[in-house]
């Protein structure tokens, strides 16, 4: 199964993924944790994009493509995997379209984790993480209702939604059954 995962920052997308990458057998590829494994190995890749990710910015399309590109080789077409943080533009979506067509293979299945702006702020500054201030979060929230949900229409016919709030284990089941609805 190919899956993306969207929804606003703090939705709890790399908590679902990584619970749904083990029920399904699929690799979990995020594009946060590779930015941030590159800016805590100090790469070169990592130096360009410290600034875009403490600012919460978004690392731009061609740099963040290419490191998408890298990570999909030809295997995760047959084996599988959920995408999380990845497309979160337009752009980025269609040129995902184009490398896995490139491997001969598309995206099944989009999962939506909807959840109220104030939830996930509120979840954001609980968690602390380096780029989880105030005026960053507002930004990455920005970012995200202009940049990144115009996907929801992009991919409206392999698109579910689930309400992302309640426990985990809660959201896990429902996104099971969500996404047994298109198998
Ligand atoms: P969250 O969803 O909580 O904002 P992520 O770990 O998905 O956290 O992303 C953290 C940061 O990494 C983003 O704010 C952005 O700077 C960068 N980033 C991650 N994925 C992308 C992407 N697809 N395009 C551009 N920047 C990205």
């Known amino acids: 199964m190919r899956i993306v995962i969207v929804g606003p920052p703090g939705a709890g997308k790399g908590t679902q993924a990584a619970v749904l990458s083990d029920q ?98 509120a979840r954001l500054l609980a968690r602390g993480r380096g780029d989880d201030t105030e005026d960053v979060i507002r930004h990455r929230q920005q970012l995200y209702r202009e940049e990144t949900a115009p996907l929801l229409q992009f991919y409206a016919d392999r698109l579910v939604t689930v309400p992302a709030v309640g426990s985990v284990p809660d959201v896990t089941a429902r996104a099971l059954d969500a996404l047994r609805t298109r198998a």
């Open 24 to 121: 399904l057998g699929v690799v979990h590829i995020s594009t946060g944790d590779l930015f941030r494994a590159h800016v805590d190995g100090d790469t070169e890749l990592g130096r360009e994009v410290k600034n875009y990710l403490n600012s919460g910015a978004l690392v731009p399309d061609e740099v963040t493509n290419a490191m998408v590109a890298q990570r999909l080789t030809d295997d995760v077409c047959r084996n599988g995997f959920i995408l999380d943080g990845f497309p979160r533009t337009v752009a980025q979506a269609q040129a995902l379209e184009e490398l896995l067509r490139d491997r001969d293979c598309g995206i099944d299945t989009v999962l939506e984790l909807d959840a109220p702006e104030d939830e996930v702020v």
